[in-house]
């Protein structure tokens, strides 16, 4: 049986960052580790444009070749880390940008958050993403890495860690691996229900393509003036929005 996938996403995009050798160390621990095998993802490099996807990423209807790629990318992994510093009590635009453009590829996987930065440790970064990846169904853990006044730590572009980092990256390990085992029933069921909309879709009549449906009844539940395509508008529901 092959290992899960863990994807370790650096987050800084900017020129001089300390994500890189940050990155590199935390993949020596993850593969001494060993419970997974490892991609890692510089978004400097992935460089991703500014969100350009015409319909909502619930679909899946990417029209764009690098959406494409980076949503098999994401797809693939199993269980994330994302390697991130702090920018005014908050995390990094690339980093929301990268994960606004897909949706239900990031469901049902644990992620783990190495934050760096200056007296803070970029715990405030770490907090602020947690209530953007549950809303995409993400867990993310307690265990967690969180590196305070980050430059004391590099020495000639490597990271010099302390025993409080090794210990702490070793343990975020450790639940990574649990919660991916864990989690991965429910993955493999939306993989089976996505599979089945698929062949619903593929099943429905080419004609009539769309139709319009009012609903007159004053207090209706259903918005009125919607567009409704078979197998779609209950598909976009669950997202929370109708496109």
Same mark, same amino acid.
């Given at each position: 049986?092959? &290992? $899960?996938?863990? #994807?370790?996403?650096?987050?800084?995009?900017?020129?001089?960052?300390?994500?890189?050798?940050?990155?590199? %160390?935390?993949?020596?621990?993850?593969?001494?580790?060993?419970?997974?095998?490892?991609?890692?993802?510089?978004?400097?490099?992935?460089?991703?444009?500014?969100?350009?996807? $015409? @319909?909502?990423?619930?679909?899946?209807?990417?029209?764009?070749?690098?959406? &494409?790629? %980076?949503?098999?990318?994401?797809?693939?992994?199993?269980?994330?880390?994302?390697?991130?510093?702090?920018?005014?009590?908050?995390?990094?635009?690339?980093? @929301?940008?990268?994960?606004?453009?897909?949706?239900?590829? %990031?469901?049902? &996987?644990?992620?783990?958050?190495?934050?760096?930065?200056?007296?803070?440790?970029?715990?405030?970064?770490?907090? #602020?993403?947690?209530?953007?990846?549950?809303?995409? @169904? #993400?867990?993310?853990?307690?265990?967690?890495?969180?590196?305070?006044?980050?430059?004391?730590?590099? &020495?000639?572009?490597?990271?010099?860690?302390?025993?409080? #980092?090794?210990?702490?990256? @070793?343990?975020?390990?450790?639940?990574?691996?649990?919660?991916?085992?864990?989690?991965? $029933?429910?993955?493999?069921?939306?993989?089976?229900?996505?599979?089945?909309?698929?062949?619903?879709?593929?099943?429905?009549?080419?004609?009539?393509?769309?139709?319009?449906?009012?609903?007159?009844?004053?207090?209706?539940?259903?918005?009125?003036?919607?567009?409704?395509?078979?197998?779609?508008?209950?598909?976009? %529901?669950?997202?929370?929005?109708?496109?």
């Amino acid at each position: 049986m092959s &290992k $899960p996938r863990l #994807m370790i996403v650096i987050a800084s995009t900017r020129p001089g960052r300390l994500g890189l050798p940050v990155a590199r %160390w935390f993949r020596e621990r993850a593969e001494a580790q060993g419970s997974f095998a490892i991609d890692v993802v510089d978004l400097a490099t992935l460089d991703l444009p500014f969100m350009d996807e $015409p @319909k909502h990423p619930r679909l899946r209807q990417y029209v764009h070749q690098h959406t &494409k790629e %980076w949503s098999a990318r994401v797809d693939a992994a199993d269980a994330f880390v994302f390697v991130m510093p702090e920018y005014n009590f908050g995390f990094t635009a690339p980093l @929301k940008n990268a994960i606004d453009y897909l949706h239900s590829e %990031w469901a049902y &996987k644990p992620v783990g958050l190495v934050s760096y930065g200056g007296v803070s440790a970029g715990t405030r970064a770490a907090q #602020m993403i947690k209530q953007v990846v549950t809303t995409l @169904k #993400m867990t993310p853990l307690t265990e967690a890495v969180s590196i305070p006044f980050i430059a004391q730590f590099i &020495k000639d572009g490597q990271v010099e860690a302390n025993e409080t #980092m090794e210990t702490a990256a @070793k343990v975020m390990l450790d639940e990574l691996a649990r919660w991916e085992a864990a989690l991965r $029933p429910l993955r493999e069921e939306q993989r089976e229900e996505q599979r089945e909309e698929q062949r619903e879709e593929i099943a429905q009549p080419a004609e009539p393509r769309f139709r319009c449906t009012r609903f007159a009844a004053h207090g209706s539940q259903e918005p009125r003036g919607i567009i409704r395509r078979p197998g779609v508008r209950r598909v976009a %529901w669950r997202a929370g929005h109708l496109y």
